[in-house]
């Protein structure tokens, strides 16, 4: 099987590549990355030279490009390529519209034009919106996108669901909760708390710090779009979530915990505009119709990942020092 793998050099994607290579050696993988800030090919160092895997560095918005890529006898796209932070569609989201809604109609355009066997679309439980104190997710949710983030990934999603039924192109629609693991970029809750903890910087808490995420360890995710990918029903959605609902307050306090700092350091900040309260997915479809169970349990993932953190230091330190310092000054000023 040819894979195209979009946006594998961030955090999920390139867990993915390692992950599938690791499951299914004999496959090839093409990786392709505009190597944005969040794009980075240090997190590939152990899968460089395996002849089973390539890296191109392109745009999904460009046409040419993805019409050359996917015309080499690609079977199967995943397109995880996107603009991922929710805080940074709130600064610009006119590049989260280009990449995640321009950028899927692209690739959906080449999927169609070669005939690929499936297009299945990395999206996100945000485009339900938010849930109250009650109630899970389900794939019959009505999209109710918060931000403008949540917004552009919904319009990709129903675009694949457009060439779907327009066009009968197989297709299936992920949309996982909060991943947490290795590679995860320092702007997200928890690499940004870890690291921030570790050089004694103020934690900033958003609004009141009970807002709730629930918490997917990424290999679990790998594992369950290789589901999808060798037996996902064409045309349908796939909820995915480890059942790990966590205030961002507990999670906060659970890093002080295990890195031996003080809750001194946490410190409450204006709550982010249009702030989702609550996510929380209910995983029995993919659960009971592909028989997909998560292998880490939070308490273990949380550890594991905090280690990975104190472990690679200089990976996320590297990353803090160029370009991220502009929007950490604007996102956090000197905090
Ligand atoms: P990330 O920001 O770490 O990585 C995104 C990657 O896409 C980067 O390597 C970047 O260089 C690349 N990219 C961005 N724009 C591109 C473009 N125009 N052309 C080609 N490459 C481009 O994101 P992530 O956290 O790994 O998320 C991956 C996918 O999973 C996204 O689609 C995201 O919406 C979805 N998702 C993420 C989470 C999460 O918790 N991280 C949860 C649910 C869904
Ligand atoms: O400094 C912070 N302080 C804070 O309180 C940051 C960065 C976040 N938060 C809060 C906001 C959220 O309630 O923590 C929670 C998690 O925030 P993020 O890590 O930014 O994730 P979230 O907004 O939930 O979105 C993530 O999960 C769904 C990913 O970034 C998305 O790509 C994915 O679709």
Redesign the pocket.
């Known amino acids: 099987m040819k894979l195209l793998v979009t946006g594998g050099a961030g955090f999920i994607g390139s867990n993915f590549v390692i992950y599938m290579l690791q499951q299914h050696p004999d496959y090839k993988i093409m990786n392709v990355d505009a190597l944005t800030y969040a794009g980075n090919l240090e997190n590939l160092k152990s899968v460089e030279g395996n002849p089973n895997y390539t890296f191109v560095k392109a745009d999904i918005t460009d046409v040419a490009a993805m019409d050359a890529l996917i015309g080499q006898g690609v079977d199967v796209v995943v397109n995880f390529a996107a603009e991922?932070?929710?805080?940074r569609s709130i600064l610009e989201p006119d590049v989260f519209v280009k990449t995640n809604v321009l950028g899927t109609q692209v690739l959906l355009d080449a999927a169609k034009k070669y005939s690929v066997t499936k297009f299945v679309q990395i999206s996100?439980?945000?485009v339900y919106g938010t849930l109250g104190a009650t109630g899970l997710f389900t794939e019959e949710t009505p999209l109710t996108p918060n931000s403008p983030?949540?917004a552009s990934?919904a319009g990709g999603d129903l675009l694949v669901r457009a060439y779907h039924e327009t066009f009968g192109l197989p297709v299936n629609i992920t949309r996982c909760?909060?991943?947490y693991g290795p590679y995860q970029f320092p702007?997200?809750?928890?690499p940004?708390m870890v690291s921030r903890a570790l050089n004694d910087g103020a934690l900033?808490?958003?609004g009141d710090?009970l807002?709730i995420?629930d918490w997917l360890y990424v290999e679990d995710h790998c594992s369950a779009i290789d589901l999808v990918i060798h037996n996902g029903v064409i045309g349908e959605v796939y909820n995915i979530g480890g059942n790990n609902e966590r205030t961002?307050m507990h999670i906060v306090k659970t890093i002080l915990e295990e890195l031996g700092k003080p809750e001194s350091l946490i410190t409450y900040v204006q709550d982010?505009p249009g702030?989702?309260r609550r996510?929380g997915i209910d995983p029995t479809k993919i659960t009971n119709e592909l028989g997909w169970k998560p292998k880490h349990t939070f308490e273990t993932g949380i550890k594991e990942t905090i280690q990975w953190y104190l472990n690679n230091k200089e990976w996320w330190t590297r990353i803090q020092s160029g370009e991220y310092q502009k929007y950490a000054a604007l996102q956090y000023g000197s905090r």
């Open positions: 991922s932070h929710v805080d996100t439980d945000e983030y949540s990934k909760s909060n991943n702007e997200k809750l928890i940004l900033p808490i958003y710090g807002n995420r961002n982010r702030h989702d996510y």
